[in-house]
């Protein structure tokens, strides 16, 4: 069991734009900003959204993070086939003296 | 180019340790913190802890603190990941990644290994 929660799955067909949320609580999302990271089959995952809203370089804009009290939710806009792929929200825990926690992971299915 | 390179898969009995290696290349190895995060076979990430390469300074994830030691020899910009008293639900891929030099940025990875599978047979 996850401590922040993901949807498992989520799908959308080409040019669509889909949501991905995480949902945690006061002692991880409410006091710490959020990281999303794209994960293909057999490969390390690669961050895409850092700081809540935040993209490395390299990153297209289709991708956007956003964090509101306990929540956060990623969005990927003009869905391409590459984009399939397996979507984690990471944050910082400020309970049990402090813990990185992932999402249980939301697999993104292009249609 | 930052490049982190890790040891290769290890296959070991239940009751064993295995000590992964990352070495770091491109940047100022104790200019960062390197975190080592695993994924069990077709299961999602998790959060095992970080090292300082400058202090060696560690937090561990609570559930793994009695049988994780992660250490580095600067020397040869290596970090290391040892687990000890290994268990068949240790099998997994076993990824370090550099974390991003901000005030707020704990989970955030810019750089990963290429993971290192560890199995260990029921």
């Known amino acids: 069991q996850s401590v922040l929660t993901q949807p498992p799955s989520a799908s959308g067909t080409p040019g669509q734009r889909v949501t991905i949320s995480c949902s945690g609580s006061s002692s991880n999302i409410g006091s710490n900003t959020v990281s999303w990271y794209q994960q293909l089959p057999g490969t390390a995952p690669k961050l895409l959204i850092y700081s809540n809203n935040q993209r490395p370089s390299g990153v297209p804009d289709r991708f956007s993070g956003s964090k509101s009290g306990t929540s956060a939710s990623l969005a990927i806009s003009g869905l391409q086939s590459e984009d399939e792929a397996d979507y984690y929200c990471?944050?910082?825990?400020?309970?049990?003296?402090?813990?990185?926690?992932f999402g249980g992971g939301t697999r993104l299915t292009v249609l | 180019q930052v490049q982190l390179v890790q040891s290769g898969a290890a296959v070991k009995k239940p009751g064993a340790s295995v000590k992964v290696s990352c070495k770091a290349s491109g940047y100022t190895f104790t200019g960062h913190f390197i975190h080592w995060v695993r994924q069990a076979p077709g299961q999602g990430l998790e959060w095992m802890g970080w090292i300082n390469p400058n202090s060696g300074g560690t937090v561990y994830a609570r559930r793994f603190e009695s049988r994780v030691t992660m250490t580095r020899d600067t020397s040869i910009t290596t970090a290391y990941m040892e687990l000890s008293r290994l268990r068949s639900d240790d099998t997994a891929v076993y990824y370090c990644?550099?974390?991003?030099?901000?005030?707020?940025?704990?989970?955030?990875?810019?750089?990963w290994g290429q993971g290192t599978l560890v199995t260990v047979p029921s």
């Open positions: 990644a550099r974390e991003v030099r901000c005030s707020t940025c704990y989970t955030t990875f810019d750089y």
């Open positions: 990471a944050t910082w825990d400020d309970s049990l003296n402090g813990r990185g926690v």
